[in-house]
Every structure is written in C-alpha cells, then in structure tokens.
C-alpha cells in the first residue's frame, strides 16, 4: 500500500535540517550569514538583534562585536532547486537509510569524538525517513538520547556536551512528533534529570532547542506531570526563563506552548504562583496582553486571573498600573472567554482592592462601559453575577465622578432596583 503523500512538508518541518532557519525553525526564504558562521533567515536574525538588541548568536549564545549578514547564495540555490525537485517527483518518497547504517550509527554515538555530527545525521534521517523512527525506538535510541541530554549536568560537561545534548533533544522532539504512543518516550523524559536538564536547556541554550524543550514539558503537562521537583530546584530560573520564551515574537509555536506549559504548572498549586509572581510575571504578561492574538489572549488572561487569586499577585498587578486598562480593553473585543476571565479578574481586583485608585481605573479605561453592556446579555450566568456584584460594590463611588456618563447613570440605578 502506497504512503499517503503530505499536503505541506513545510508545515510540517519535514525538510533538510540546513533548510531551516535556527530561530523560526521554518525553512528559509532568505538566508544570510553572520560571523559565527551561522546561517538565519534575514527577517528574523535582524529582529533578533535589532529588536531584541541581542548581542550573542542564537544558536552558540557566542558574543558578537560585527553584526554584518552577508547572503548564502549557495544554500538559496540549494533552497529553491529542492523545492523543485520536491514538487517534480511528489510520487515517489526520497530513499531511506538502511537498517544497518542506522544501527551503526547509534552504537557508534556515544564513544565518537564527534558526537554533534553524528547526532545531527541521525537527526537528518529521523526527519526525512518516517520509517526508521520504529528502528531507532527498538534499537534502544530512546534511551541512548535520554543519555547524551542528561550529561550537560556533568562537572566535566563543555560546550561540545551542550551542543550533543542539545542535538539530542532535537531528535527525541521529532521522534515525539510522530509518535502515536509516547508514553515510553515521556516517562523517560520526565524523570529528574531529564527535567532538570531540559530547564537548563530553556536557560542556557539555543533558540532551537528552547523550543524542543518547552514543547517536550508541553506534553508532559498533559500527562499532569509533579512540578514540584523541578520548581524546588530550578523554580526562579526556570520562570523566568519561559516568561521570556513566551515573550519571543518570532517562534509563536514556542511562545505558545511556554504559556501553556505556565497554565499548567500554576494551576497545580500556590506555591508556584507565589514563585512566578517573584520572577516577575505579572508585570511580564501585562505588557504581552495588548498586541497578542485571540489564543494567546485567552492563555495570559488565564495566567493573570491564576496570579490574581493570590494577595501578591492582586498587589503586583495594581502596581503595573496598566493592568486595568490591558484587561478592560480585551473585554467584549477578542472572544467570551477573554470576557469571562477579564471579569473574574476585576472582581478579584476590586473584591480585595477597593480603593480609589481601582474605582478610578475602572471608570477612566472604560471598564465601566463594558461591565453595564455586559448586563444587556439575555438569561444569568456566573459572569453575569459577578458584574452584578462589581457594580453594586462601586456604583456610588462612580457617580461621584463629574466624567461618568449621564446614560450609565440609569443604568446604575437599575441594577440596585433589579438585583
């Protein structure tokens, strides 16, 4: 039986690892060299340093003093005529290594002097032969991966080892992506030093491997994985570390999953809460809520409702002093659910704050407005009651205010009548 061709081999990363651009991991359009010798795609290694004003290379973290891109036509022509020869012959799948060069080259890893090479070629086979994941997994591959990423928490670990572990951690990611029962894979991966090597990889490594990292914790946090080893030994570090992946702008998939990984772990109990809210968090989301995008709205306002249910988290996002006007302005304009949580928020706020300076907030970036237009929704709900109390808690002390609309006025007054 014929393999089913896929739609999109771009969409799916199914292409030469040399393709692809470090930072985005999508394959490059134009692909430029900087002087680390690294190749990226132009728009986002000028974003990385021009934006960001990051002075190191992505994927060695080296310093650099020249910030000069020089174009690699070579690999430009080698782009486009694969990209060619892929819609020429989509009949036909490219040929798969043998069994044997495979094998070989597994118990070959561990004692080669060059490891990085060696696991880049086994990342190359994996990504471009779907039939040798099945080799890999029982010629013990798995574990031997597991193995190379765990030695960056060696004493004697270098940068060589960082480099292998972070290879490594490329090839489980793909192996994951094709697996239909990662439980094996997973449990490997969630053991303490898998974990506490995979932080470290967040802090310290490449833009691709941060990636590999988070989204591997990603499918962890979906088998409701105990954080509460890695936050006692890496909790700061770690917090801060994916609260600025989920601030990267140019991979969203690895910005998605840091918030939802963040979702996860603050929901299993307070002490984490307590612990993102030091790193900064709260200040952290309030500044990614203005120009984000409807899922990744819903993930933030989750976090924030999550760090607002604790008196530190409500005293931090007062203090930002455009917590207020960040979530009122989501409200009635990205989707219910950003609606919904926007009002448990401000309820939490002002349940726990009542204080001239929130009333005032309120009134000023129009989440007044918003909370009477809410009233207008037909039948009751948990939401809708909570709107209730809010404007029944402040109602007096908006009035007081010479800027509030007269045609709220009524309003206010028929909520006390009504309700």
């Not at 932080?199 to 962890?220: D, N, P, T, V």
Request: hydrophobic share 40%; proline share 3%.
């Amino acid at each position: 039986m014929e393999k089913k061709e896929k739609n999109n081999p771009h969409q799916t990363m199914d292409f030469p690892q040399d393709f692809r651009c470090p930072i985005s991991m999508e394959i490059m359009k134009e692909p430029v060299t900087i002087s680390t010798g690294f190749t990226y795609e132009r728009k986002n290694i000028e974003k990385w340093f021009f934006t960001y004003k990051k002075t190191t290379c992505p994927t060695t973290m080296q310093v650099i003093h020249n910030f000069d891109t020089t174009p690699n036509h070579t690999l430009k022509r080698l782009i486009l005529a694969w990209q060619n020869s892929l819609s020429q012959s989509s009949s036909s799948p490219l040929p798969s290594p043998k069994h044997d060069e495979l094998v070989s080259l597994l118990n070959t890893i561990e004692s080669t002097p060059f490891k990085v090479s060696s696991l880049k070629k086994l990342r190359s086979i994996v990504e471009t032969d779907d039939e040798m994941h099945d080799h890999v997994k029982k010629s013990g591959g798995v574990e031997l991966l597991v193995r190379i990423v765990i030695q960056i928490l060696s004493e004697t670990s270098d940068f060589i080892a960082f480099r292998a572990s972070e290879e490594a951690l490329g090839v489980l990611h793909h192996l994951l992506l094709s697996e239909e029962d990662e439980t094996k894979t997973i449990q490997l991966l969630s053991k303490p030093e898998s974990v506490k090597s995979m932080a470290l990889m967040l802090q310290r490594g490449s833009a691709e491997a941060r990636f590999y990292a988070i989204s591997i914790f990603q499918k962890m946090a979906k088998t409701d994985y105990n954080w509460s080893f890695v936050l006692k030994d890496q909790g700061m570090d770690l917090f801060k570390s994916m609260l600025e992946l989920a601030s990267d702008e140019i991979c969203t998939k690895a910005s998605s999953c840091s918030l939802q990984v963040l979702i996860e772990i603050l929901s299993s109990s307070k002490k984490s809460r307590l612990k993102a809210i030091e790193a900064g968090a709260i200040c952290v989301l309030i500044d990614l809520l203005p120009d984000s995008n409807r899922s990744k709205c819903e993930k933030i306002m989750q976090l924030i409702k999550l760090l607002c249910e604790c008196a530190e988290g409500r005293l931090a996002f007062i203090e930002h002093g455009l917590g207020i006007a960040a979530v009122s302005k989501k409200m009635l304009h990205v989707s219910d659910v950003a609606t919904k949580i926007g009002v448990k928020i401000l309820w939490l706020i002002c349940s726990f704050h009542h204080t001239e300076r929130v009333v005032e907030e309120m009134l000023m970036f129009g989440a007044v407005k918003k909370l009477v237009a809410l009233l207008h929704i037909g039948g009751r709900s948990s939401t809708k009651n909570k709107v209730v109390k809010i404007l029944k808690l402040n109602g007096n002390s908006w009035r007081r205010y010479p800027c509030f609309p007269s045609e709220l006025r009524k309003y206010l007054g028929l909520v006390n009548d009504s309700y």
